[in-house]
């Protein structure tokens, strides 16, 4: 592995190509749904660019579909993927399998506070401050396997905004301001304590396959 301490470390946080329920306007939480064939063909767009990057270490969360996502890149890099269940998605509770139509009906009143940006909106969904706690320990402890190296980390859009904002410090309100990345794109964070003592910086956002990377980090 090509990690030095002398230079920041990149964490590349990348959402999992298309599914079926994604497709559907399906709330997914924690239901293991695998990629469909759009998804598949993302994922693969998505890791001959990502390769470029000479990442030196993969995390994935175990669910499928970002699994999945994550293998694409191993086969072109030989790395081994990392599982950590602590990348899920959100729990969503009672909504999980259910449209936004039928839940808006079967649960007006948890979808009304959901929709005015309630953290903990009931039908026993994770709070965001619970969901952000748990994936910025996976993203610290992902940054840890190789300390000035590059390691991409395959999640699920909601996992990764609020990880994003808990991993930057940044107050509760600014949640409804940060969008969710679309399928099979990435955001890219750097630590580097020359600049920032123990802290972090968001470097781009929404990165997909027609956007051109920075070449990789200097060895």
């Not at 599914?19 to 993302?42: F, H, K, M, Y």
């Not at 940044?170 to 580097?192: F, G, Q, S």
Request: charged share 25%; net charge neutral.
């Amino acid at each position: 592995m090509r990690g030095d301490h002398g230079r920041a470390t990149r964490l590349i946080v990348w959402r999992h190509g298309n599914t079926d329920w994604n497709r559907d306007s399906r709330v997914q939480g924690q239901t293991d749904i695998p990629l469909n064939d759009t998804g598949l063909a993302q994922a693969r767009a998505a890791a001959a660019m990502l390769a470029g990057l000479l990442p030196d270490a993969l995390v994935s969360s175990d669910l499928r579909r970002a699994a999945q996502t994550a293998a694409a890149l191993a086969e072109l890099t030989g790395l081994p993927v990392r599982p950590d269940e602590r990348l899920r998605e959100r729990y969503y509770g009672r909504w999980q399998g259910r449209t936004m139509g039928e839940i808006a009906k079967l649960f007006p009143a948890e979808h009304a506070r959901w929709r005015a940006g309630d953290p903990s909106p009931g039908s026993e969904i994770e709070s965001n401050e619970d969901l952000g706690k748990r994936v910025a320990e996976a993203l610290h402890a992902a940054a840890e396997i190789v300390p000035g190296g590059t390691v991409v980390v395959a999640a699920h859009g909601g996992a990764v905004k609020q990880g994003l904002i808990s991993l930057l410090g940044w107050p509760a309100e600014l949640t409804p301001t940060v969008a969710v990345l679309d399928n099979c794109h990435w955001i890219e964070v750097r630590r580097d304590s020359r600049v920032n003592p123990g802290g972090w910086r968001l470097w781009s956002y929404n990165v997909g396959a027609t956007t051109e990377l920075e070449p990789p980090l200097p060895a």
